[in-house]
């Protein structure tokens, strides 16, 4: 069992080491994709990294693939064109974010200059009675170039498409399948991977029902323990079709930790590809 602590410096090392004299020679930032099953505490380890990366001297920032959900208009619309796929009746889905919006974000973050800044679109997921909108300009956060890391964070960041044949049973799980091949230029953007994963995968379940448990009692917002249940019980499927292996398809190094049910890492592997 590695503690917490030390998985932090473990990930911390890696992206410094990575992250010294890259922004000289690429012209950009590094990007670090840091791909974790709904609840692990992803977005916790990132706003930690940042902490401590910026005591190595290195500038960072995050964008979450939450923060280009589509609108809720927008989802809406979605969901009503593809009667009885359940799986848009939330967000979440490959389908229900605005890729497009998400490049452009990723990409200005990453060439951001020195004295230039720019505000970053944001998700309210308490908006609606937990339903979720994207949030007002004036909630948007403001970042301050030069960057050296970004590091861009997802539950499905690291998922791509599999076989259509596997979906016979679930037409409606092959048309995420299918919207899953426009986010190829989100992973195409990521330098090195960070990947997280729950053993076994069930554990998302109590994870997600904790962290609305954390949001309603910080603003009186979010799903109720049930809602939560509910809403995350619809994500197993695409853990189980799309997380199997997954570091055999990343490009660029990667780290893997596998969790357990206290978030602790039970394993940490480490690929390099060749240079």
Known sequence: MIERAAFE????AWITEAARGFRAREG???????SAPQGAGKSTLCERLIASLAEQGLRAATLS???????RAEQAALASKNPGNRYLEVRGYPGTHDVALGERTLDAL???????????VAYDKGALEGAGDRAHPSQWRAV???LDVVLFEGWMLAF???EQGAFAHDPSLGWCNERLRAYEGWRARV???LLMRAAPIELVIDWRIESEQRRRAADGRGMTDAGARAYIER???????WSIDVERRVRGDWMLATLAADRRVVELARHEREK
Do not use: H, K, N
């Open 144 to 146: 301050e170039g030069p």
């Open 28 to 34: 950009r930032a590094l990007c670090v994709g840091v």
């Open 110 to 120: 990453s060439r951001l200059g020195a004295g230039e800044s720019m505000s970053v």
């Open 235 to 241: 994500f197993l499927p695409a853990y189980r079709c």
């Open 65 to 71: 693939i939450d923060d280009v959900y589509l609108t």
């Open 9 to 12: 410096a473990a990930v911390r």
């Open 191 to 193: 330098d090195q991977w």
């Open 160 to 162: 791509s498409a599999v």
